[in-house]
């Protein structure tokens, strides 16, 4: 450990308290996507207090902190601001439902304990380039209808976080982005060094359309749009067969609108859903199957069928530990339990960390420090330290091992980074998709 790793450490242990207290208290008051207009002010307020120039409300309620001055790469260190509809959550809100059983203030303590270390003189002296610290909105689901007000007030181009960041340029500056979350593949170590393979995702809304007629006395005047929908789920249910293990399909509809009244035949049922996959080939021909189960449903019963899809996740794709996060984790080894991913590990779940993945490189870790399921009532932060305090310090030391030495590891990076899209292409794909 050379003094100024040193220094790092000291410095996020002497904020320790601070940290934690910011985790406690924005674990007290999740908000939704789009929505985290509390939680984008306190996280503005902490990097503020620590002399930071601070842009605000990006994509709504994104907040953007860098240092800066200094010829190099910059490295960014991403929070998620939102929370998870979560209601039985002890911590739930209880107007909304939302708590943070996603864990997602564990990211946040996590972003401003490093920038407590990293924006310290002593240690920035030493960082040949620029941090950024970039609390993001909307990493979970979206809704609807909060999708089409948004887009309908010109708020957004593309209804999701980090997809609407890389539209407005607000990641154009960043060469590397730093990513945790709290363990999303089981594993009992503190620290898991690197990034498991995760399924790929988009949302969509689902509008049949029938006619309304009374249920008992003229049931033979309507076209009843819970059935046309009901025969699309039937549909959707033979098509699993044709779903490949090795593509981890997932397909989860809810109906959000089923009818008005008992004795009127439906005419309007609203059919929500993600269809999920390992790889975007696969995502996109489910999507098309479920178009089809739907669309061809509806018609056999004289309804129609409006389908809008909405922007969701691109596949995560696998990527081991870099040398500068493995150094960095070894510093810790002697107080935590530190393991690297196991490869071909695939995540059935979804994140947006995953378009990021496609365009620039990322260097991810998860953690422990919690027990219980993410998103279920039982989530719980049972070690502060594990959770909090010892994942900044892994982020502040991986970022001081990419940007001392004239940033060498940094720049080993960022030349052997063979992106999957470009960020144009990317863009494009994104907007094509919810035409």
């Not at 739930?92 to 059983?101: E, F, K, L, N, R």
């Not at 993945?357 to 422990?368: A, D, L, W, Y």
Request: proline content about 4%; charged content about 25%; glycine content about 8%.
């Amino acid at each position: 450990m050379d003094p100024y790793e040193k220094k790092i450490i000291d410095l996020i242990d002497e904020n320790a308290d601070r940290i934690i207290s910011f985790a406690r208290d924005v674990a007290k008051s999740g908000e939704a996507s789009f929505f985290e207009f509390e939680t984008a002010r306190k996280v503005k307020e902490f990097l503020e207090s620590l002399g930071l120039p601070v842009k605000f409300g990006i994509a709504v309620t994104g907040v953007k902190a860098e240092t800066s001055g200094k010829r190099g790469p910059t490295v960014g260190i991403i929070g998620e601001l939102d929370g998870i509809r979560c209601p039985a959550h002890p911590q739930a809100v209880p107007d909304t439902g939302i708590s943070h059983a996603c864990g997602h203030n564990a990211q946040m303590a996590i972003m401003l304990g490093a920038a407590i270390a990293l924006s310290d003189e002593s240690v920035s002296d030493r960082l040949f380039g620029n941090v950024a610290f970039l609390a993001i909105p909307a990493e979970e689901h979206v809704d609807s209808e909060v999708c089409d007000s948004l887009l309908e007030q010109g708020k957004l181009s593309i209804p999701s976080g980090k997809a609407e960041w890389v539209y407005l340029g607000e990641l154009d500056d960043v060469d590397i982005a730093i990513t945790t979350h709290v363990h999303m593949v089981p594993s009992n170590s503190d620290l898991l060094l690197g990034n498991n393979a995760s399924t790929g995702t988009i949302g969509k809304k689902i509008t049949i359309h029938g006619k309304a007629a009374h249920a008992a006395a003229a049931p033979h005047l309507a076209v009843n749009a819970l059935n046309a929908a009901s025969l699309g789920l039937s549909a959707l249910g033979m098509l699993r067969e044709t779903f490949r293990e090795k593509d981890f399909v997932r397909v989860h509809p809810i109906i959000k609108k089923g009818g008005t009244a008992v004795n009127v035949v439906p005419d309007e049922v609203i059919i929500e859903t993600m269809v999920r996959a390992g790889n975007i080939e696969a995502m996109l021909e489910t999507d098309r199957k479920v178009d089809t189960a739907f669309t061809c449903s509806a018609a056999a019963l004289g309804a129609s069928c409006e389908i809008k899809n909405y922007i969701g996740k691109l596949p995560v794709i696998e990527t081991p530990p870099c040398r500068a996060l493995s150094d960095a984790a070894r510093i810790l080894s002697d107080k935590a339990d530190i393991s690297d991913i196991a490869p071909n590990v695939q995540n059935a779940a979804s994140t947006d960390v995953g378009d990021l993945t496609h365009i620039m490189p990322v260097i991810n870790f998860s953690h422990g420090g919690f027990e219980g399921a993410l998103h279920s009532a039982d989530f719980k932060i049972c070690d502060e330290y594990k959770a909090y305090i010892l994942p900044a310090k892994l982020a502040a030391l991986t970022v001081y091992n990419l940007l001392k030495d004239n940033a060498e590891n940094a720049d080993e990076l960022i030349k052997s980074f063979k992106p999957k899209l470009s960020r144009a292409d990317y863009i494009k794909y994104a907007i094509d998709l919810t035409k």
